[in-house]
């Protein structure tokens, strides 16, 4: 079997600029980007794709692999892997927001952990809200579903110069501020009936200066606190349920689907 130089370098770059797109998803995605899934894994999922998908992938660009608008459909490739994933980190980072401001109203902000997603201590709240976060988005499919949009993207965004434009970037900007936004609303109930809780400790305590607020006020706090998250669990996983789906419509309409 004969093959010429033009021919590997056609089917190389049928299946480098696939495997750059899918790969980037995956480094910045929830759960396959944590440090607990090895680089390996990672990768052995980013070639199986991209030899699924090299066949399906619409006509590539006239363009050289090893030129200046090569290095553009790189980059570009690059990107709209990276976007993707950042975009459902961000819900999940709106989660932690939420956990650390109840952490911090409840008394519990100095005990943290190590969070699996990103590698940074977080308070116990919060990863108890990640882990729960994490359960849901694997028990809808949300991983299947993102890299099935992004299999679809190579045919409604399609290989060339073009891809990530000035206004897609700035979307996904002024998106970025719902995780502010979702985290207030995620943790505003708990942290609203603890504050209403310390004004009465604090009343308490004009009434009676011999009362020990620390003594008596911590340990109450502490415990209204869980019996709080535990009463407004199923609204904040469905909240999250919802920044979730608002997620994958900005993929949506950023992969042009």
């Known amino acids: 079997m004969n093959f010429t130089e033009a021919q590997i370098l056609e089917q190389s770059v049928a299946f480098l600029w696939p495997l750059l797109r899918i790969s980037a ?8 980007s944590i440090q607990a899934v090895p680089a390996r894994v990672r990768l052995i999922l980013s070639v199986a794709l991209a030899l699924v998908v090299m066949p399906l992938v619409p006509p590539l660009p006239a363009v050289e692999m ?22 459902v980190q961000l819900v999940f980072a709106t989660v932690v927001f939420a956990g650390q401001g109840i952490a911090l109203s409840m008394g ?17 709240v919060a ?10 988005f694997l028990s809808l499919d949300g991983h299947l579903l993102l890299i099935k949009m992004l299999l679809d993207s190579f045919t409604s965004l399609p290989i060339g110069l073009e891809g990530i434009t000035r206004t897609d ?6 998106w970025s501020t719902r995780m502010f ?11 609203i009936s603890l504050l209403l809780i310390n004004v009465s400790f604090g009343v308490a305590t004009r009434a009676a200066p011999q009362l020990n607020i620390f ?17 407004t669990l199923p609204d904040v996983l469905d909240q999250f349920t919802g920044i979730l789906t608002g997620a994958y419509d900005l993929i949506s309409r950023l992969l042009r689907l």
């Open 66 to 87: 090893f030129s200046a608008d090569g290095l553009v459909v790189a980059v570009q490739q690059i990107a709209i892997g990276l976007l993707t994933g950042f975009i």
């Open 108 to 124: 519990l902000g100095f005990a943290s952990m190590v969070d699996p997603q990103n590698g940074q201590q977080v308070p116990v």
């Open 127 to 136: 990863q108890f809200y990640v882990i729960c976060s994490m359960l849901i």
């Open 169 to 174: 970037l700035w979307t996904i900007l002024a």
């Open 25 to 32: 998803m995956f480094v910045a995605v929830p759960v396959f």
């Open 181 to 191: 936004a979702g985290g207030l609303l995620l943790s505003m109930p708990v942290m």
């Open 215 to 231: 003594s008596v006020g911590f340990p109450v706090t502490l415990m209204l606190g869980i019996l709080l998250m535990w009463q």
